[in-house]
């Protein structure tokens, strides 16, 4: 389909354990998110990649947490030694550059650390 | 051990009703806000937007409302479906050089057939 395409839909791992979220963006939108959305609560931002410019990685939880996005498209979110507070779905979004643009969603990972 | 519910604040209607869900953001300094549906399982999907020089804007069956002086937006829903039943969620942009969305908590809305 044409939307935001994020894989895997769903993670188990061990704590302590890497994880690697991968997210595919609509085509053309060169900006991209992830946020982060624990049981029953709102969204939690966590980086923005916009063209080339240096990414905004404000909210990002602790140095556990990095992202890259290659060649301007695909964009991965890896978390090293998990913690069970990490669990939660993972949700990446897209946009066209520009201020005030929609953000569209793709529908997560939902990641469980046991 | 004891597990925590959800205590999402929601709206009951019924099928055909028309539906208000309310948010209060917390910045002036906010300049476009956006309402999305979030079904579960399943990633926010776009409703309707506004920037900050309007204080309305209509979409198919949806109305956005916007009061700068009180920090409130709404959402209005005509004709309620069942298909409506979701959470929804407000999110304002403080503007700048990132777009980050600060989201509400979110509203259930439950419609009763």
């Known amino acids: 389909g044409a939307g935001v395409s994020q894989s895997p839909s769903n993670k188990v791992t061990e704590k302590g354990k890497d994880v690697e979220l991968r997210c595919d963006p609509i085509?053309?939108?060169?900006?991209l998110y992830w946020y982060r959305q624990s049981l029953g609560q709102g969204l939690e931002f966590l980086i923005y990649f916009q063209g080339n410019s240096a990414p905004d990685k404000s909210g990002l939880p602790s140095d556990r947490f990095s992202a890259e996005r290659t060649g301007g498209s695909v964009s991965t979110l890896t978390i090293q030694r998990t913690q069970q507070e990490d669990s939660a779905v993972y949700l990446c979004?897209?946009?066209?550059?520009?201020?005030?643009?929609?953000?569209?969603f793709g529908d997560g990972t939902r990641l469980s650390i046991l | 051990g004891e597990s925590v519910g959800l205590h999402l604040p929601t709206l009951s209607v019924q099928e055909g009703d028309n539906s208000i869900i309310n948010c209060a953001y917390s910045n002036s300094a906010s300049d476009y806000f956006i309402w999305y549906k979030q079904e579960s399982g399943k990633g926010p999907q776009f409703i309707i937007d506004?920037?900050?020089?309007?204080d309305k804007r209509q979409g198919q069956r949806v109305t956005v409302l916007l009061n700068k002086t009180v920090k409130h937006l709404s959402l209005q829903i005509a004709a309620t479906q069942p298909g409506d039943s979701a959470v929804y969620f407000c999110a304002e942009n403080k503007g700048g050089a990132t777009n980050k969305l600060i989201f509400g908590t979110g509203t259930l809305l439950a419609v009763q057939p």
């Open positions: 979004a897209s946009s066209f550059w520009g201020s005030n643009q929609p953000q569209h």
């Open positions: 506004i920037r900050s020089n309007m």
């Open positions: 085509s053309g939108h060169t900006a």
